[in-house]
Structure formats: C-alpha cells, structure tokens
C-alpha cells in the first residue's frame, strides 16, 4: 500500500490569499460564462447541412449584455493577474525544482483540507 505524503510547506501569506481569490475569480467567472448565450456578438441561428459529418445546431444568439462583457473582462484580466503572482512568487525559489509540483498541488487543495 502507497504511504501517504505527508509534506507540509510553510506558504506565505500573501501566496496563500493570492491562490484563495484566484479560486474565488474562477468560481465566479465559471458562473458568469456558463449562463452567456453561445456568441458574444449577436448571431442568427445555424443549421450544418444535413451531409455534415457531425450534426450540429445554435439558436439565435441576443449577444452578451454590455456589463456581462465588462464583468468577464475584468475577472479575466484579475485571474491572469493572480496566476502570474502565484507563478512567479519568490516562495518557489525556496523549494526544491523536484518538490515543487507537490507544492504547488498542496497551495491549490489547501482550503480543501481546512
């Protein structure tokens, strides 16, 4: 039987907050996107044609309503901005190049566990 792993790493703080909102941002724009119509721009339905090799079909589209855009914008320029904090916190050059894909899965489960 496989033992357990039981490696604990001191994280920062500011590391641990940066992956908590990073969550928190992902959550909320998994939301917002989900409930978008299927194109941004307003689009009238589509058939393919019937000898398509795989049939597919969209309804009309209204387009994303102008605050939805600004709100998704905004949530995805924070992300990419916590996910280069997160990359590039001086914390990794603390731990070893083999240990730190252990402890960045730690970073990211972390609430899981709390």
Known sequence: ???????TYD???DLIEAQGELEEVRGELKILLKRQPWSVEPLA????HENHWR???????PGWDPEDQQRIGTLRTRKL???TLI??????????AEERADARTKLKHRRQKL
């Open 1 to 7: 039987m496989a033992q357990k792993d039981e490696t």
């Open 81 to 83: 901005e916590l996910a």
């Open 55 to 61: 049939p597919s079909s969209r309804p009309d589209s």
């Open 87 to 96: 990359v590039g916190h001086p914390f990794w050059k603390e731990i070893a």
């Open 45 to 48: 339905a589509w058939t393919a």
């Open 11 to 13: 994280f920062p703080k």
